[in-house]
């Protein structure tokens, strides 16, 4: 189609264009352009570029179009691992607490999923929800007995990419950055076998068990995942959620490419609200607002054309 | 008839004994600020302070206080309980605390000092609140006194006050800190910010390149700082000159109580050091 082809080549030069304008703006120094813009349109980048595909993944996996990656409860416990080093003090452990935070909720939605001796969707579901609430209550019960803290606490609950890196952390990052890229790689050919197999026409018992498999290795990449960008930068709501549905309008459904066009469009689209974020008033406000604002208008819009 | 009398008779003698109690109440205080709580002691108001937050730890005497919260909940049924004759509250977000507090009939004084001004003055108010008004004056003056001995230095070393760790926020030379430093002669690297306590650009950081970095919270150490990507280019990093709440109390430059005197001398020492 010639309008796709116009459509890339337009995404193209704009992505050309919000870059050069990332790294620029405000004329940094050629050492703070690679000391500190670099790494953080790199995280940007991976935040999106993860949020973006796992999303896309979750809404064919549970075959809902209001998944994103942070319904199955992951981001919750991640984020309360990162509050919990942050009121401590542990300013430099927060990272790896809000890691293991998703590692312990993976594990407890996992255990929960399984209760009764059988996985499905729907267990999948509950059990990631009511996860998710119990660590959304003590992070509550934290943020009332730490106000003190409480700027920290938003930092972790509304987003921030500039999380400042000590230099042995940003080696570790950089290699976190390339697991993470292959880990996506693999969750694209796992969700593109997802999708032949429940878009097909035969559903038999063997293939039941395919399908089961297929989903539990995807639960486990996609919480990884996440975990890792929560860990880093926090929670971001929205991005996982609308940017599979506008791939999704401009390619007309389902395809099996939907998910890197996903991932790569939420990679472009984080960076530009990062953009947003750090200068539209003085002082930066939290990325997560920008991407909320974005949300609303875009469900209008939805609505406004399915009418 | 004679029962009208009576009831009558009786409570005149419950309404007279109420206002006396009221009378023979003498000076309960509670205060929810530590920098009051510093000045009133100071003012020689400890023996009837009944009730402090738990911030509120120095003098040391103080730990030994009823608690009635800390900083942000306050346990209202607390104060009402020790019948307070005045309570002292602080400013920003206890403002809320401190209309709760009028609507139920108690006798609040928010004092929040934002200037070295401020503070001379908040020392008067609560002089004459706890009647210690001579002992105040006398107080503020020597203060005074010796504050402006001060903010005669030449040599303004640039300097950059960390006061928390995510996301990093500064001071604006209109905040307390900010006056501090620049009369124990620092040239904030900060002198405008969009609040007095406000969050900052790292970025703002590298470029102004501070000669002396001062972190005024818990949790980071020198080395953390000494560490940060992009950071290794500023002077302080590259001298080592940053230094951490065991080089310096944050108490004594946070809070606009008698001991910035400690402060400014701590300060003074750091920036003019060789």
Known sequence: ?307 | MKKIILVFVFSLIILTGCSKSKELKGDRYVITSPEIAEIVCLLEGAKNIVGVTIECDYPKNLQEIEKVGNFGNINYEKIISLDPSVVFTSGLEQQAIASQLKKLNINTIPIYPQTIEDFFSAIIVIGEEINKLDRAEFVADSLKKIIQNYNKFTNLPRVYIEIYGNPIMSVSDESFVGELITFAGGDNIFPKLPRDYSRINPEEVIMNDPEIIILTYPGMTKEQVMQRKGWEVITAVKTGRIYTTSDIDPDVILRASPRIIEGLAGLIRIFHEK
Request: glycine share 10%; aromatic share 14%; charged share 10%.
């Open chain 1, 1 to 307: 189609m010639k309008n796709r082809k116009w459509i890339f080549i337009l995404f193209g030069i704009f992505s050309i264009l919000l870059v050069v304008f990332y790294l620029f703006i405000n004329k940094p120094t050629t050492h703070i352009l690679i000391a500190v813009r670099l790494p953080r349109i790199m995280l940007a980048f991976l935040v999106g570029f993860i949020l973006s595909g796992v999303g896309y993944s979750f809404q064919i996996m549970l075959n809902n179009p209001l998944a994103e990656p942070y319904i199955l409860g992951i981001s919750s416990g991640a984020a309360f691992g990162s509050i919990l080093a942050g009121i401590l003090g542990l300013y430099l452990f927060m990272p790896l607490f809000g890691f293991a935070g998703a590692l312990i909720s993976l594990t407890i939605v996992w255990f929960l999923a399984h209760l009764g001796g059988f996985f499905n969707r729907t267990k999948l579901l509950l059990s990631g929800i009511i996860v998710g609430m119990f660590f959304s209550a003590f992070i509550s019960l934290i943020m009332y007995f730490n106000q003190q803290d409480i700027g920290n606490i938003i930092n972790v609950l509304m987003g921030n990419l500039g999380h400042i890196f000590s230099r042995r952390e940003w080696f570790y990052f950089v290699i976190v950055f390339i697991i993470s890229i292959l880990l996506m790689l693999y969750l694209f050919l796992l969700s593109r076998k997802l999708m032949i197999l429940t878009t097909g026409d035969i559903i038999a018992g063997s293939l039941g068990i395919d399908v089961k498999k297929l989903r539990r290795k995807i639960f486990i990449i996609s919480s990884l995942l996440t975990g890792i960008t929560v860990a880093y930068a926090g929670i971001i709501g929205f991005i996982g959620l609308i940017v599979p549905h506008i791939v999704r309008m401009i390619s007309g459904g389902n395809k099996r490419t939907g998910i890197i066009y996903s991932a790569i469009f939420g990679a472009v689209l984080l960076i530009m609200c990062d953009l947003i974020a750090m200068n539209i008033t003085i002082i930066e406000i939290p990325v997560g607002i920008i991407t909320a604002f974005l949300g609303c208008p875009f469900f209008l819009f939805i609505m406004a054309k399915s009418k």
